[in-house]
């Protein structure tokens, strides 16, 4: 049931943005876009979340497209410890349930030296 | 807040015994999710509760596995038997439930990781 499309994976030089891209394009009008991140041996850790307006917090940017057919998870200055693998996910809607998320496989970011 | 609290961190079982794996949701979450996550599968949803009743558990495996919450602050997967292809990683998740904002934002525990032999 994936509804969201990554590339599996993507390098970065530290200090530099990391733009992680996703395709979402069946997403419904109500349904929120989510990006979690998984570090090695660790259980996934929320980033951002966002519906139509860009979102900003003090661990990442989220960009998403008007239309709200994707999205970008920007990390504005990479470290060695954003290595991780980050999941979007759109929020399955079942009324006022909280319903099931979708981790997909993700894309596996490399932050190098 | 310490935060989503899982035991054992790792087990290591031989097939055929008996596996119970716990978990201690922050308090206040009214949302506990049971996912594994497997090299083959990824990260997948057994089953997850709402104020302590069982609302999907759709992706629970088979018979082998179920699943409690006897209260808001304790859960239990349990594996009975166990076989090799069990081996994987349990994460235990919390939440809040819908708040208007979209802020349903799990936070997971450390997983445990479970060895069949």
């Known amino acids: 049931d994936a509804k969201t499309t990554q590339p599996p994976s993507m390098d970065c030089a530290e200090g530099r943005a990391a733009n992680l891209p996703c395709n979402h394009s069946?997403?419904?009008?109500?349904?929120?876009v989510y990006w979690y991140r998984q570090i090695h041996s660790q259980g996934p850790q929320y980033i951002i979340h966002?519906?139509?307006n860009n979102e900003t917090n003090e661990m990442a940017s989220l960009i998403i497209t008007e239309d709200r057919k994707s999205s970008t998870l920007i990390l504005p200055h990479a470290t060695l410890r954003d290595t991780a693998v980050y999941y979007c996910?759109?929020?399955?809607?079942?009324?006022?349930?909280?319903?099931?998320?979708?981790f997909g496989r993700g894309t596996q970011l490399t932050v190098w030296p | 807040d310490a935060g989503v609290i899982q035991s054992p961190r790792h087990e290591v079982t031989e097939m055929g015994q008996e596996v119970t794996l716990r978990c201690k949701p922050i308090?206040?979450?009214?949302?506990l999710f049971w996912y594994r996550q497997t090299m083959m599968r990824g990260l997948e949803l057994l089953i997850y509760?709402?104020?302590?009743?069982?609302?999907?558990d759709s992706g629970m495996p088979e018979d082998r596995f179920s699943a409690k919450m006897p209260n808001a602050s304790f859960s239990t997967l349990k594996i009975q038997p166990s076989e090799p292809r069990d081996s994987a990683v349990y994460f235990c998740?919390?939440?809040?439930?819908?708040?208007?904002?979209?802020?349903?934002?799990?936070?997971f525990g450390a997983g445990s990781r479970l060895t069949v032999l």
């Open positions: 998740a919390s939440s809040f439930g819908w708040r208007g904002s979209g802020a349903n934002v799990l936070t």
């Open positions: 069946t997403i419904s009008g109500n349904e929120y």
């Open positions: 966002g519906l139509k």
């Open positions: 996910i759109v929020r399955a809607d079942r009324g006022s349930t909280l319903g099931r998320l979708y």
């Open positions: 308090s206040g979450h009214d949302y």
């Open positions: 509760f709402n104020n302590n009743v069982p609302i999907d």
